[in-house]
T-cell receptor, first 113, second 115 residues
Framework: DGGITQSPKYLFRKEGQNVTLSCEQN?????MYWYRQDPGQGLRLIYY???????QKGDIAEGYSVSREKKESFPLTVTSAQKNPTAFYLC????????????FGPGTRLTVT | AQKVTQAQTEISVVEKEDVTLDCVYE???????LFWYKQPPSGELVFLIR??????QNEISGRYSWNFQKSTSSFNFTITASQVVDSAVYFC????????????FGAGTRLFVKA
């Protein structure tokens, strides 16, 4: 089955540690996205990548980093510089230039204490 | 600048009632896309529909229907004969051609359908 996987579903870390969230897709989609969702709020764009080896900052990129070395993978690192990292993180992909809707993974709930 | 407003934070209905979720958007672009997504308790967003700015035809899919009106910058979503399984958070979203079709999401409307 084609889709987007994010692992793990729940992640716990101590303050001051970097943590990497995994996002893999087997849909052969060109573009990939990372969003953050806080309780009762909409989604805010962290980073996105339209093509392999290229990515752009979204609206709230500070304290995060990404890489796009392979088409199917777009990992997100939450660094210790991110002041409020506890949130629900959603990864999404979009097929390409002629497609506009995004498809989402199941999300990772990160808790930092 | 683009903006999506979902003024209804929470709606509660009884099963079999019809319910309309409102979405108002702002854009200066003439080419844009509007979307609705459903987020069930599991957390994953599910794509429901896409509409482009040049197509104001309303659409019906089973119990779901969408009303797109450019004159009022609205893209409302109606669920007919609601069911408990419709309980979720629903997001309206907008992508503009300017800016590479980045997607902006509204804050979402939480729908409770009681049996």
């Amino acid at each position: 089955d084609g889709g987007i996987t994010q692992s793990p579903k729940y992640l716990f870390r101590k303050e001051g540690q970097n943590v990497t969230l995994s996002c893999e897709q087997n849909l052969n989609h060109d573009a990939m996205y990372w969003y953050r969702q806080d309780p009762g709020q909409g989604l805010r764009l962290i980073y996105y990548s339209q093509i392999v080896n290229d990515f752009q900052k979204g609206d709230i990129a500070e304290g995060y980093s990404v890489s796009r070395e392979k088409k199917e993978s777009f990992p997100l690192t939450v660094t210790s510089a991110q002041k409020n990292p506890t949130a629900f993180y959603l990864c999404a992909s979009r097929r390409g230039p002629d497609s506009y809707e995004q498809y989402f993974g199941p999300g990772t709930r990160l808790t930092v204490t | 600048a683009q903006k999506v407003t979902q003024a209804q934070t929470e709606i509660s209905v009884v099963e079999k009632e019809d319910v309309t979720l409102d979405c108002v958007y702002e854009t200066r672009d003439t080419t844009y896309y509007l979307f609705w997504y459903k987020q069930p308790p599991s957390g994953e967003l599910v794509f429901l529909i896409r509409r482009n700015s040049f197509d104001e035809q309303n659409e019906i899919s089973g119990r779901y229907s969408w009303n797109f009106q450019k004159s009022t910058s609205s893209f409302n979503f109606t669920i007919t004969a609601s069911q408990v399984v419709d309980s979720a958070v629903y997001f309206c979203a907008l992508s503009e051609k300017t800016g590479g079709f980045k997607t902006i999401f509204g804050a979402g409307t939480r729908l409770f359908v009681k049996a």
